[in-house]
């Protein structure tokens, strides 16, 4: 029921931007952690960034200084800028909600569909 849709992936060329948003839908009473992965080909997913409800971020050392996590509680969206891009950046990009859809109910993290980023040299 509770959906996460990305937007903004695409291709662009070492030392771009894009701007990835993620908006989650549907039964929502709270979404505490939200966050960004990542999976290359041939590879584990990892975590990108992360940022919690009040805030907090934290990010992995190959993005650090390069990327910036933000959210708007109020369109329940979670962002990615990513500048300075890298052709190590290539990856398809997920977004994840940890999401409370009831009050007496603990919350589930869900993912989105993901959005393919390609960077080349």
């Known amino acids: 029921q509770v959906q996460l849709m990305e937007s903004g992936g695409g291709l662009v060329q070492a030392g771009g931007s894009l701007r990835l948003s993620c908006a989650a839908s549907?039964?929502?009473?709270?979404?505490?952690?939200m966050g960004w992965y990542r999976q290359a080909p041939g590879k584990q997913r990892e975590s990108v960034a992360v940022i919690t409800s009040s805030y907090s971020t934290n990010y992995a050392d190959s993005v650090k200084g390069r990327f910036t996590i933000s959210r708007d509680n109020a369109k329940n969206t979670v962002y990615l800028e990513m500048d300075r891009l890298k052709p190590e950046d290539t990856a398809v990009y997920y977004c994840n909600a940890d999401v409370r859809k009831s009050w007496a109910s603990r919350s589930s993290y869900y993912w989105g569909q993901g959005t393919q980023v390609t960077v080349s040299s």
């Open positions: 549907g039964t929502i009473v709270s979404i505490g952690v």
